[in-house]
């Protein structure tokens, strides 16, 4: 059974820095691309970034230059550095994974920006 585990979420000021980390346990076979989605309220969950076993990574335009997705592939970990924070990114962020043909989803971290 496939379980992400997040942590770092939290309570920050506009400007101000966070990171995410996920780590993933119980796959038997390579991940194939790790990522963050976030969910605000009222809206529909979002791609943020994610990150393939290459190394290559992509970012939605609003976090690009701000956000830097990183994965370590030998622990299964996947971390997301989100500097200048601004009071729109406040959401439940969630780690993802991929693994052949599956998707699994971690249970969801609060980022909360205040103005």
């Known amino acids: 059974q496939v379980q992400l585990v997040e942590s770092g979420g939290g309570l920050v000021q506009a400007g101000g820095s966070l990171r995410l980390s996920c780590a993933a346990s119980g796959s038997a076979f390579e991940i194939r691309s790790m990522g963050w989605y976030r969910q605000a309220p009222g809206k529909q969950r979002e791609l943020v970034a994610y990150?393939?076993?290459?190394?290559?990574?992509d970012y939605t335009d609003s976090v690009k230059g701000r956000f830097t997705i990183s994965r370590d592939n030998a622990k299964n970990t996947v971390a997301l550095q989100m500097n200048n924070l601004k009071p729109e990114d406040t959401a439940v962020y969630y780690c993802?994974?991929?693994?052949?043909?599956?998707?699994?989803w971690g249970q969801g971290t609060q980022v909360t920006v205040s103005s």
């Open positions: 990150i393939r076993s290459s190394g290559t990574a």
């Open positions: 993802n994974a991929r693994i052949l043909i599956n998707t699994y």
